[in-house]
Nanobody, 127 residues
Framework: VQLVESGGGLVQAGGSLSLSCDAS????????IGWFRHAPGKEREFVVA????????GYGDSVKGRFTVSTDNAKNTVYLQMNSLQPEDTSVYYC?????????????????????WGQGTQVTVSS
């Protein structure tokens, strides 16, 4: 299993960024893919989870209404569209997955639920 994030960068508050997670070895329809973020001095925070079909999603409270996750099975890619970004969204963003699991739209909120992680991509939001 290999996960590679991209799309991070520097953006002003109120702006948007789109992250990508290119996956291999794990694109089974019902498998969960999670996005987490980790800022210095803070615990890793759940952002969103989705299954590869894209039909089931669950968002963290801090990003609801601003972030949108989607999947492209043909490209084995998961996207995270981030709008209305704020300085507190500054973090390293990671995608993660696990094998042998089916995502129902609940659970998979914690890092321990996932076995495979990408290297992360930095998002910096300036005020």
């Amino acid at each position: 299993v290999q996960l590679v994030e991209s799309g991070g960068g520097l953006v002003q508050a109120g702006g948007s960024l789109s992250l990508s997670c290119d996956a291999s070895g794990c694109t089974i329809s019902g498998s969960p893919i999670g996005w987490f973020r980790h800022a210095p001095g803070k615990e890793r925070e759940f952002v969103v989870a989705v299954d590869w079909s894209g039909r089931r999603t669950g968002y963290g409270d801090s990003v609801k209404g601003r972030f949108t996750v989607s999947t492209d099975n043909a490209k084995n890619t998961v996207y995270l569209q981030m709008n209305s970004l704020q300085p507190e969204d500054t973090s390293v963003y990671y995608c993660a997955t696990t094998k042998g699991a089916l995502y129902s739209g609940t659970s998979y909120y914690t890092p321990g639920d996932y076995d495979y992680w990408g290297q992360g991509t930095q998002v910096t939001v300036s005020s």
